[in-house]
């Protein structure tokens, strides 16, 4: 069997998941990776057929998403070609983790696919969705990527199409620890941005995973560490807690583990605030943003909050179950 696995690469989780999932995928064939899109900051571990700039998502340095350099990094006429080009037709299973040129492309040459990943779980209705819904937003989850068969992920099974978090090998078999500092992952902050956030809090000791930081630089109680899979899984394992985006993976790996999670959706990023409706539903907490009361909002999340777990240990065996056997 041959089998197209086009994989996004405008954040982190797409290729943490690509990673986990591409040893089982490759018992049932032979796989062409496309990599498409050009702001995450893991390396796919895996030889890449084909790639592409894609569609990008692109950040302040304040929490929000940059409008402007998105908009000017679209290059229609380019995303044409690439679409026109895509040789998709010349597989027998294509997997489409939220790619617009993959979608496109199969639907012009009547090739089917599948949606599999974390948006697709958002053509069901009864995903969580914050009290104030986006109809750009929720086109953007249900159109942008359109197939004829649909595996979604998400924290709880939320339909019979869903499944649970894709979870990496080394966080099942971790045992998870608590060493005393608490881990952060904000990519649409920058480093000065996160000096002023987390300098009050002298009392605690944060590692925080900076897209700025190409070697370790410690700060007093603030330890500002590269985007690095081996030092993220253990600063992970052996935290207190973690303050991260409103994305899907990290809190996920957390859950699991048993940690305790702080999430703060990027602003404008219309997946996340329905990824914070549905860890709020878990009492999980959650902030809108990071402003003038984060101190007390921080002392609350210490205090009163306690961690949330789940066993997500099984997912990839079922998602080769609804891959192959449905």
Not at 9 to 21: D, F, K, P, Q, V
Not at 120 to 146: C, H, T, Y
Request: proline letters at 5%.
């Amino acid at each position: 069997m041959k089998i197209f696995y086009a994989v996004q690469a405008t954040g982190n989780g797409h290729i943490s998941r690509a990673m986990e999932l591409l040893p089982h995928l490759g018992k049932y064939g032979e796989i062409d990776i496309f990599l498409s899109g050009n702001n995450a900051n893991l390396k796919l571990d895996a030889p890449i057929k084909y790639r592409s700039k894609g569609l990008s998502l692109y950040y302040t340095c304040t929490g929000k998403l940059n409008y402007v350099k998105i908009v000017r990094n679209i290059n229609p006429l380019p995303l044409q070609k690439e679409i026109k080009e895509l040789p998709v037709e010349k597989y027998d299973l294509v997997i489409n983790d939220y790619d617009y040129i993959t979608a496109r492309a199969c639907a012009a040459k009547k090739v089917p696919a599948v949606n599999f990943g974390h948006q697709a779980s958002f053509q069901s209705d009864n995903v969580p969705r914050p009290e104030k819904k986006s109809r750009i937003g929720e086109w953007m989850l249900k159109s942008f990527a359109p197939c004829e068969r649909y595996i979604g992920l998400h924290f709880k099974e939320y339909d019979d199409f869903i499944l649970t978090p894709v979870i990496k090998k080394e966080i099942i078999e971790a045992e998870p620890k608590s060493l005393g500092h608490i881990t952060v992952y904000l990519p649409s902050y920058c480093e000065p941005q996160l000096v002023e956030i987390f300098s009050h809090f002298k009392r605690h000791r944060f590692e925080i995973f900076s897209r700025e930081s190409s070697s370790i630089n410690e700060q007093g109680h603030i330890k500002f560490m590269p985007v690095d899979k081996n030092l993220f899984n253990k600063s992970l394992i052996n935290c207190d807690g973690i303050i991260t985006g409103g994305g899907f993976e990290t809190p996920s790996e957390a859950i699991h583990l048993g940690k305790k999670v702080m999430a703060i959706p990027i602003v404008g990023q219309y997946e996340q605030c329905c990824n914070a409706a549905a860890l709020n539903e878990m009492n999980v907490m959650t902030l809108e943003k990071i402003n003038g009361n984060f101190k007390h909002d921080f002392e609350k999340w210490m205090n009163d909050y306690q961690p949330v777990q789940a066993d997500y240990s099984k997912t990839v065996e079922r998602c080769m179950e609804r891959l192959f056997n449905s």
